[in-house]
């Protein structure tokens, strides 16, 4: 269902006795997002593994694995703590997507090993191997790695213009290579398999309502760098499997790039997390489309003036470059804006009505969604599950169940 007034008078009426603030998932929305990704892994006979960190909530993480227990296989993780968590609550298949060199973070991963459990922890350099390797010494264990390829676009062939995420710095076969030989000089490490994430693609809107010429231009950028990254992936998946390394798997993509990520063909599985919650900034990909499922509900408790009301905090600002599009989504009633002078404030937030706005009483929620999808998640610790029109359940969220892994 799109956001409406009359949506909004329904679930007002469904929220009428909850303390406010509170955050929901929308299970019908939630549970179509899952579907619409299982179709795309089935379609290109892949897995997905599901990317915690835009989730931060196991009971829904476990939602997913049992409602398309085909399509799902495994969690890429993004701490050492967390991926311990989930070890210990009976999970399996563990793909810690970002590096570690901490003491105390070997430790765990070592104990995550010695549990039995499939572990590949995401490298991209010698220190970050030779750490893994002095740990697995200590601990007498092997770790399995997995090497990061970086896959921004880079239009001019070099780094003054470079379209994409700074994560790992191997680009190329040779320095792919470079690293297989490292790694194959210290004992206490194997290489089992490679991630290559166009965050670029995976999390740039393309389908913008009343944004053509721009959508255009994203779209043919995007295009561009498909076609460059899929090739550049492909030649190092195969030199690195030439070099002897047997791959366990081959991960890559994200919510918005599932469907082109999936079409590579050296990519044997893709990550879905955001595209689950279609939280504020996963609304408009033009090769996969998912209906927002997570939201939070602010008070009204001021009327400043008339055509204006001021909610009960909600500063959930979403991390990475400072921009409008990081405040949360006013998203019913329909039509709210924000007084520029103060955004989304640390305890109240005023909202300009638009004309036709529903009455709005002291005491009403006004609905919002987080602008990323899993940081909604360490601001309540618990979401209320509604599904048919009905509440059906609350669980905890990460930071319900006490931890604050990052
Ligand atoms: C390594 C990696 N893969 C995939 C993703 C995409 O996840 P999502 O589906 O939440 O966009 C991310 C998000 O940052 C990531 O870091």
Redesign the pocket.
Known sequence: MAFTNTRYEILRDLFKSQRLPLAFVDLDAFDFNIDVAAALAKKADKTLRL?T??LRCLPLMERVLTHASLAFRGF?TFTAEETAFLAQSGHDDFLL?YPTVQPEDMNTLAWIVRQGKQLSVVVDSPEHITALHEAGKKHNLTFHICFEIDMAYRPLGNDTLHLGLRRSPIRTVEQALELVEFAKTVSHVKIDSI?G?E?HI??TNDDIPGAGLKNNLLRGIKKASVRELSQRRRAIVGAVRSAGVELRFVNG????SLSSTLQDESVTEG?????LYASGLFHHFKEVKYKPSAFFALQVVRKPKDGMVTCAGGGYIASGAIEKSKLPLPVMPVGMKYVDLEGAGEVQTPLILPPNCPPLELGDPVFFQHAK?GELCERFNEIILIQGGHIIDRVKTYRGEGFAFL
């Not at 993509?253 to 918005?256: D, E, I, K, R």
């Open positions: 990317g960190k835009s890429l997507a991630m994430y965050g995976a999390g993509g994200g919510s918005g990550t879905i997390g955001s595209g999808a």
